[in-house]
T-cell receptor, first 110, second 116 residues
Framework: QKEVEQNSGPLSVPEGAIASLNCTYSDRVSQSFFWYRQYSGKSPELIMSIYSNGDKEDGRFTAQLNKASQYVSLLIRDSQPSDSATYLCAVREGNTPLVFGKGTRLSVIA | GAVVSQHPSWVICKSGTSVKIECRSLDFQATTMFWYRQFPKQSLMLMAT?????????EQGVEKDKFLINHASLTLSTLTVTSAHPEDSSFYIC????????????FGPGTRLTVL
């Protein structure tokens, strides 16, 4: 069974710091990797996708993928209180449904 | 990114009635749409995968006769909760798979269903 593991948190970081969110996955054939942000009571919002090993940067967000270690991470630089949310890691093989982790709750303290 | 809409955003109904939720991809064609349910403080739970023009594939434990899914066009999928009961009260979220953005999956804003 495909599994995606995340630390549930809460992860608390001070405003302006770097938040580091981690995710491991069990299925080696996974090809696509995503990070979603979900505010309480809202639906998930796609913030990053990554498909090959290495780093991918978009604004304050950097996604890192290491397929050998089956590990995906998300770094948020200059964290803001508005970044406080649950961050969902998701993986997919081909066009099959995404497999989600349970999410890490991030709290950015002003 | 792509935009997915859902209607209604919330609905309150009496037990025993049926509720239809619409999901539309506004600026792209979605051959595949997914329906999720999320209870408070819990993870997203995939209910079914919907492919345009064919029958939906339901996840284990999801009653296909209770949750009717129709994906009649490349931009519209509907979920009908038939004979709703209080235990069906939940946050229902659709998601559309975009081939345009390399298979990225975009979520609608969700529909909060409350069954009295």
């Amino acid at each position: 069974q495909k599994e995606v593991e995340q630390n549930s948190g809460p992860l608390s970081v001070p405003e302006g710091a770097i938040a580091s969110l981690n995710c491991t996955y069990s299925d080696r054939v996974s090809q696509s990797f995503f990070w979603y942000r979900q505010y309480s009571g809202k639906s998930p919002e796609l913030i990053m996708s990554i498909y090959s090993n290495g780093d991918k940067e978009d604004g304050r967000f950097t996604a890192q993928l290491n397929k050998a270690s089956q590990y995906v991470s998300l770094l948020i630089r200059d964290s803001q209180p508005s970044d406080s949310a649950t961050y969902l890691c998701a993986v997919r093989e081909g066009n099959t449904p995404l497999v989600f982790g349970k999410g890490t709750r991030l709290s950015v303290i002003a | 990114g792509a935009v997915v809409s859902q209607h209604p955003s919330w609905v309150i109904c009496k037990s025993g009635t049926s509720v239809k939720i619409e999901c539309r991809s506004l600026d792209f064609q979605a051959t595949t749409m997914f329906w999720y349910r999320q209870f408070p403080k819990q993870s997203l739970m995939l209910m079914a995968t919907s492919n345009e023009g064919s029958k939906a594939t339901y996840e284990q434990g999801v009653e296909k006769d209770k949750f009717l899914i129709n994906h009649a066009s490349l931009t519209l999928s509907t979920l009908t909760v038939t004979s709703a009961h209080p235990e069906d009260s939940s946050f229902y979220i659709c998601s559309a798979l975009s081939g345009r953005w390399v298979g990225e999956q975009f979520f609608g804003p969700g529909t909060r269903l409350t069954v009295l």
